[in-house]
T-cell receptor, first 115, second 113 residues
Framework: NAGVTQTPKFQVLKTGQSMTLQCAQD?????MSWYRQDPGMGLRLIHY???????DQGEVPNGYNVSRSTTEDFPLRLLSAAPSQTSVYFC??????????????FGSGTRLTVV | KQEVTQIPAALSVPEGENLVLNCSFT??????LQWFRQDPGKGLTSLLL?????REQTSGRLNASLDKSSGRSTLYIAASQPGDSATYLC????????????FGAGTILRVKS
């Protein structure tokens, strides 16, 4: 089924460890983004990309890196995990032509706990 | 700065009722508005997308309307079922580089059998 695939679904990290959350989509969407969802804070944009080789920061980028080497993949890297990064992370994609943007498709999420 | 508000915050209804969820936003210069459903511990499932040139969209028992001039959208659910129980989120976004979804806090719906 076409969609956005995120791995892993669950992860526990120790403070200071690094890891990469994977996101892949098979809809040939140009626009990909990462959100985190926290109770009482809603969903907040971390990083986004409008195509291979192009990334930019969202509203809460600190502590995270991204890269976009292919249209399909948009991994999110935690450089040195902190308890404040305990959250549910969602990857989302949409079509983007530079003039029009379509609806968003979300992955099923990665639930991350940092101890 | 766009702010999105959803009313009510929670709703509990008996099975079979027709119901309306409300979403209001402060900046009417949005491009699209999208309704999502989120089940506990799960991801967001897109329900309906209303593009800027449209006033409503329908899918099965769901109908969503958009009035940009008044800054409002409504999601109408006909003949509610226990399987409709979930959190419903509306989100607006602009057509610009770096646009982001601005979400409401959601309406938690419980349909009792």
């Amino acid at each position: 089924n076409a969609g956005v695939t995120q791995t892993p679904k669950f992860q526990v990290l120790k403070t200071g460890q690094s890891m990469t959350l994977q996101c892949a989509q098979d809809m040939n969407h140009e626009y990909m983004s990462w959100y985190r969802q926290d109770p009482g804070m809603g969903l907040r944009l971390i990083h986004y990309s409008v195509g291979a080789g192009i990334t930019d920061q969202g509203e809460v980028p600190n502590g995270y890196n991204v890269s976009r080497s292919t249209t399909e993949d948009f991994p999110l890297r935690l450089l040195s995990a902190a308890p404040s990064q305990t959250s549910v992370y969602f990857c989302a994609s949409s079509s983007w032509t530079g003039q029009m943007i379509g609806g968003y498709t979300f992955g099923s999420g990665t639930r991350l706990t940092v101890v | 700065k766009q702010e999105v508000t959803q009313i009510p915050a929670a709703l509990s209804v008996p099975e079979g009722e027709n119901l309306v969820l409300n979403c209001s936003f402060t900046d009417s210069a949005i491009y699209n508005l999208q309704w999502f459903r989120q089940d506990p511990g799960k991801g967001l499932t897109s329900l309906l997308l209303i593009q800027s040139s449209q006033r409503e969209q329908t899918s099965g028992r769901l109908n969503a309307s958009l009035d940009k001039s008044s800054g409002r959208s409504t999601l109408y659910i006909a003949a509610s079922q226990p399987g409709d129980s979930a959190t419903y989120l509306c989100a607006t976004y602009y057509m610009e580089y770096g646009n982001k979804l601005v979400f409401g806090a959601g309406t938690i719906l419980r349909v009792k059998s």
